[in-house]
């Protein structure tokens, strides 16, 4: 019987590096290392496990209620995060959330606006200011009212690029698209003018032909206000007078769980829970402006698109 050596010298793999000792030299075992290291780079990067820091250092991250967390010290000269390029008025500065009530579902974006966007909002409504009015539960049709006292008028969905660009913002922290929103209310309350409490969404027919039910409101503020017209919750299940900014909250607001209007901050309240059902939690109103003027823009959003 032949030795079977000769047979498997026969089909030994083809050497991919010649080399002159019939072993790899140093030159090919750096060369394969190398190519495998970069290959398993590469792996890493496709698969996200790191990133390079192509221009984005301190590049924002999303956080599960879906505002931006930013440290503190990430300040003007700091790149935009990638979801703000190109859009919006000026600097927002550092953004967190805050969580303020689980029942109804309340949040705070702040500084959700920027000083410039805010501007140009009460620019853009101050000379078409009407005085406000509430839907009448029986006809559906808007009504005078003794309840809300302030003026406002609206802002087509989409009217500009500051707008637009302040509508994605609002869908990006949301979850809740651009077309299911109404056009940007902005309002104006001067000293003694308030919103009793009320609730959002509606128990009319009429009002639920176009887009269904209210299913949250973005309010944003756009002014600080020296004393009062804080928003303010009646019902919620939180005990207020064990938060941080309770001493400095108006009589009115003391009654309940109230946010005190800050310039750029956005308040997010849901007026159905979890399970589709109307939440009557989400009762609130606007405390009466004791010193200075507020403003303010309301984003309504609906469970489906909402024609506008
Ligand atoms: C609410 O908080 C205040 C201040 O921390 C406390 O004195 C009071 O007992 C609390 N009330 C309830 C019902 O827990």
């Not at 300040?75 to 935009?80: A, D, H, I, M, N």
């Not at 974006?109 to 140009?120: A, G, I, T, V």
């Not at 020296?226 to 009646?234: K, L, N």
Request: proline fraction near 6%; charge should be positive.
């Amino acid at each position: 019987m032949a030795p079977s050596r000769p047979l498997m010298r026969g089909i030994r793999p083809p050497r991919v590096f010649p080399t002159r000792a019939g072993r790899a030299s140093p030159y090919a075992i750096a060369l394969t290392a190398l190519l495998l290291v970069s290959a398993f780079l590469l792996a890493l990067l496709a698969f996200g496990v790191f990133s390079l820091p192509v221009s984005a250092p301190s590049a924002a991250t999303t956080n599960a209620a879906g505002g931006e967390t930013e440290s503190a010290d990430a300040r003007p000269s700091r790149p935009r995060a990638r979801r703000d390029l190109g859009v919006g008025l000026g600097d927002r500065g550092a953004q967190w959330t805050e969580v303020i009530s689980w029942e109804p579902r309340a949040f705070v974006y702040h500084n959700f606006l920027s000083k410039e966007e805010c501007d140009y909002l009460i620019g853009l409504a101050k000379p078409h200011m009407v005085k406000s009015t509430v839907v009448d539960s029986t006809t559906g049709k808007s009504k005078d009212s003794r309840v809300r006292t302030s003026s406002g008028m609206f802002l087509q969905r989409g009217r500009d690029k500051v707008i637009r660009a302040i509508e994605k913002r609002i869908a990006d922290y949301t979850f809740i698209p651009v077309e299911h929103g109404e056009g940007l209310q902005v309002l104006h309350y001067e000293v003694g003018q308030k919103y009793e409490p009320h609730f959002d969404y509606f128990l009319d027919e009429f009002n639920t032909k176009n887009g269904g039910q209210r299913m949250a409101t973005l309010l944003m503020y756009l002014s600080d206000v020296e004393e009062g017209g804080e928003t303010i919750f009646p019902d919620a299940n939180v005990n207020s007078s064990s938060l941080p900014w309770y001493n400095e909250l108006s009589e009115c607001a003391r009654r309940g769980l109230s946010v005190k209007p800050k310039m750029g901050d956005a308040l997010l309240f849901y007026s159905m829970k979890p399970d589709a059902t109307l939440d009557p939690l989400s009762l609130h109103g606007g405390c009466p402006v004791i010193k200075g003027n507020k403003w303010s823009s309301t984003k309504w959003m609906h469970i489906h698109e909402y024609k506008a």
